[in-house]
């Protein structure tokens, strides 16, 4: 409110989930939202890259079909080298996590969209369901031996019940890292664009930009600074992703 009377722009207003349609259901609000909205964008403009972009599939690739090539190949690179050739079943679902929360954070991008990353609810929806997912498969595959794993080997007895209380809760944790991670990097490097995007902004409409050769500085720090940001939107994805595969050989081989 302070930000408002003051003229200045709220730098969390970008966060606000809107309603767009009203749904409620047996008590629960299950409205259709801004958030909502720019998921089903994500999933959609997947569904183009990988489905259109092979559409006769050329000799020499489109610059769509050499995006979509290089994309599938870099994770299924990452799912080799991280759990081996027995995670190449997973790979479907590794590919479209990392493609869903890179679009996501893509999207977050373009001015006036809306971060659906930035939300933690959304990042630890995801985390959960891998951290199930990947507990799932070990017990599947290894049974009451699965609890092996929180037993680290070549210890003394005497330290042996603490190690193992440390692991378990190290193995808890880690749906909250995993989505937190996420959540407070796109969080906190969106809040910040906005703060600095509003003083460069405020700069140049006043005029103060072009007062001397030096004016032209926070101009340019801006647009690094957003160059910084795209990068991190695709880090974020790209750990969220390989953190995934070292969850998931954890699970297979019990290391």
Same mark, same amino acid.
Do not use: W
């Given at each position: 409110?302070?930000?408002?009377?003051? /003229?200045?722009?709220?730098?969390?207003?970008?966060?606000?989930? @809107?309603?767009?349609?009203?749904?409620?259901?047996?008590?629960?609000?299950?409205?259709? =939202?801004?958030?909502?909205?720019?998921?089903?964008?994500? @999933?959609?403009?997947? !569904?183009?890259?990988?489905?259109?972009?092979?559409? &006769?599939?050329?000799? !020499?690739?489109?610059?769509?079909?050499? @995006?979509?090539?290089? $994309?599938?190949?870099?994770?299924?690179?990452?799912?080799?080298?991280?759990?081996?050739?027995? /995670?190449?079943?997973?790979?479907?679902?590794?590919? %479209? +996590?990392?493609?869903?929360?890179?679009? %996501?954070?893509?999207?977050?991008?373009?001015?006036?969209?809306?971060?659906? =990353?930035?939300? !933690?609810?959304?990042?630890?929806?995801?985390?959960?369901?891998?951290?199930?997912?990947?507990?799932?498969? &070990?017990?599947?595959?290894? *049974?009451?031996?699965?609890?092996?794993?929180?037993?680290?080997? &070549?210890?003394?007895?005497?330290?042996?019940?603490?190690?193992?209380?440390?692991?378990?809760?190290?193995?808890? =944790?880690?749906?909250?890292?995993? $989505?937190?991670?996420?959540?407070?990097?796109?969080?906190? *490097?969106?809040?910040?664009?906005?703060?600095?995007?509003?003083?460069?902004?405020?700069?140049?409409?006043? *005029?103060?930009?072009?007062?001397?050769?030096?004016?032209?500085?926070?101009?340019?720090?801006?647009?690094?600074?957003?160059?910084?940001?795209? +990068?991190?939107?695709?880090?974020?994805?790209?750990?969220?992703?390989?953190?995934? %595969?070292?969850?998931?050989?954890?699970?297979?081989?019990?290391?």
């Amino acid at each position: 409110m302070a930000a408002e009377k003051s /003229g200045a722009p709220d730098p969390m207003h970008q966060f606000n989930i @809107v309603e767009l349609i009203d749904i409620e259901l047996f008590g629960l609000n299950l409205s259709f =939202t801004n958030s909502s909205l720019f998921m089903v964008f994500s @999933v959609a403009l997947i !569904i183009f890259l990988t489905l259109f972009s092979f559409n &006769g599939r050329a000799t !020499i690739p489109t610059r769509l079909q050499s @995006v979509a090539e290089l $994309s599938y190949e870099f994770v299924a690179k990452m799912v080799r080298d991280n759990v081996g050739d027995e /995670g190449q079943k997973y790979f479907p679902f590794i590919f %479209c +996590l990392f493609m869903f929360v890179l679009f %996501c954070n893509m999207l977050g991008m373009i001015p006036y969209t809306f971060t659906v =990353t930035s939300h !933690i609810i959304v990042t630890f929806a995801l985390a959960i369901v891998i951290f199930f997912g990947v507990t799932l498969i &070990g017990f599947i595959m290894h *049974g009451i031996k699965f609890f092996n794993f929180f037993v680290p080997s &070549g210890v003394p007895k005497a330290l042996l019940p603490l190690l193992v209380v440390i692991e378990v809760i190290s193995y808890l =944790t880690r749906p909250v890292s995993l $989505s937190v991670r996420l959540f407070a990097n796109m969080m906190a *490097g969106h809040t910040m664009l906005k703060v600095f995007g509003f003083f460069v902004a405020g700069m140049f409409f006043s *005029g103060n930009l072009f007062i001397s050769p030096l004016g032209i500085a926070p101009l340019a720090f801006i647009v690094a600074f957003t160059g910084l940001e795209i +990068l991190v939107a695709f880090l974020q994805a790209y750990v969220f992703a390989i953190l995934t %595969c070292i969850y998931l050989n954890d699970s297979i081989h019990m290391h």
